[in-house]
């Protein structure tokens, strides 16, 4: 993703001015728009695709799906680089909010609203208009300094209290419950009950196995 000097309020260069009856990029501002759980990247696809069907993608400068860089540890002690959504059902768009632009995100498959004020109905029930608002500059430069900056974090679906069978090793075939969790070195902690007792053994990830 590249964003940079790409900020919401972008100057406009030589060639805007050269195409004054066109809709400028300075005029643009990033909203929020919440879709369906796990339908991100279809949306944007989709919405793409619709914004030239339509004739609004002049409108539509940039749709993005803000991702950080994760890895994943698998039950084999394998690693996988993987990306990890900072706002999980929601996508970023880049546009000049106008009222045709405004119903072909909205009436795109599995967008769900902008992200607005409530506009209260003035007479009787159910909820009113939502009015899309905008993302301020220091909230757009925060989210993407997040997805360029930020190391990749290890995850591992494995977390306190969770109960545990182990696998392999001296404590082959014992039960217990995770106490403690430390991905950058692919260990745990949990408490086996040996002799009676519930004593704290370290394992790795590999040598144990989540019970449902």
């Known amino acids: 993703m590249t964003y940079a000097s790409d900020d919401p309020n972008y100057t406009a260069d030589n060639n805007d001015s050269a195409v004054p009856d066109e809709p400028r990029k300075s005029q643009s501002r ?3 728009v919440q879709v369906a759980s796990g339908c991100e990247k279809r949306v ?22 803000p991702q950080t860089p994760a890895v994943k540890l698998r039950k084999d002690g394998s690693r996988q680089n993987i990306e990890e959504k900072v706002f999980p059902g929601y ?31 003035a007479t009787g029930r159910g909820r009113g ?5 905008p993302l301020s500059r220091a909230e757009v430069e925060r989210i993407f300094k997040q997805t360029q900056e930020q190391a990749p974090v290890v995850k591992v679906d494995m977390a306190e209290g969770d109960k545990i069978l182990v696998l392999s090793g001296p404590f082959k075939d014992f039960s217990g419950e995770v106490i403690e969790v430390s991905p950058e070195r692919s260990k745990l902690k949990a408490l086996l009950s040996i002799f009676g007792r519930d004593t704290p053994v370290e394992l790795e990830f590999n040598q144990v196995q989540k019970e449902s």
């Open 30 to 32: 990033w909203y929020a």
């Open 44 to 65: 944007k696809l989709n919405l793409e695709q619709r914004a030239i069907t339509l004739g609004v993608n002049q409108y539509i400068f940039q749709i993005e799906i």
């Open 91 to 121: 996508v970023l768009i880049r546009m000049i909010l106008e009222d045709d632009v405004w119903q072909v995100v909205k009436n795109t498959p599995h967008v769900i609203n902008f992200v607005g004020a409530e506009q209260r109905r």
């Open 129 to 133: 208009h939502v009015k899309p608002m």
